[in-house]
């Protein structure tokens, strides 16, 4: 499983746009790239997944380029609720037997400030 | 669809006892996971079950053990405490390995059970 590299905070204001980087250059074909959200004392949440170019959902985009030794994370105009853990993960998609082991690291504390 | 369940939330036992810690997954998901969280190591892979079978085991010692029943419950047990147990466990449930296009690795976690050893 590839290992990924995150700053270890951010701070921000509210109505900012806020875009976390991750570094991931041992990622393998079958990988997808992952993003959670962890608030203290709580699981994590899925927010976005992907494996090339660009995914949008309600919550966040996530660009990823050709080489997908890198995946930007940004969520636009965030609150002071946004303030949590973000975790950038890899790991193969593929059907069937395949293991579902996450290895998260050490994650990025964003603070998000009035 | 509810969410992947964890009982008890929070737990206090003392050094040398033992705990079983329990984890509902989403319904339809046979694939669940089980997390260490710490503060100083961070979240830790334990162990995942898929049909009632381990699949896969992090670096951890034969003190940590877990099952899968037939309905996908799982269950995690942990004998012998010790104080450096004391942690947020959290489990994870996922589709993976069901046949065709809704297996997913995306894996959704429930609120995590707050286990304090004394």
New interface residues.
Partial sequence: LAKTTQPISMDSYEGQEVNITCSHNNIATNDYITWYQQFPSQGPRFIIQGYKTKVTNEVASLFIPADRKSSTLSLPRVSLSDTAVYYCLVGDIGYGGATNKLIFGTGTLLAVQP | KAG?TQTPRYLIKTRGQQVTLSCSPISGHR?V?W?QQTPGQ????LF?Y?SETQ??K?NFPGRFSGRQFSNSRSEMNVSTLELGDSA?Y???S?S??L??PS??????????T?LTVL
């Avoid at chain 2, 961070?42 to 892979?45: E, S, W």
């Avoid at chain 2, 297996?103 to 995590?112: E, I, L, N």
């Fill in positions: 992947v694939s996971s997390y961070g979240l830790q892979f995942e898929f699949r896969n992090g947020l959290l489990c994870a996922s993976k390995g046949a065709g297996s997913t690795d995306t894996q959704y976690f429930g609120p995590g707050r």
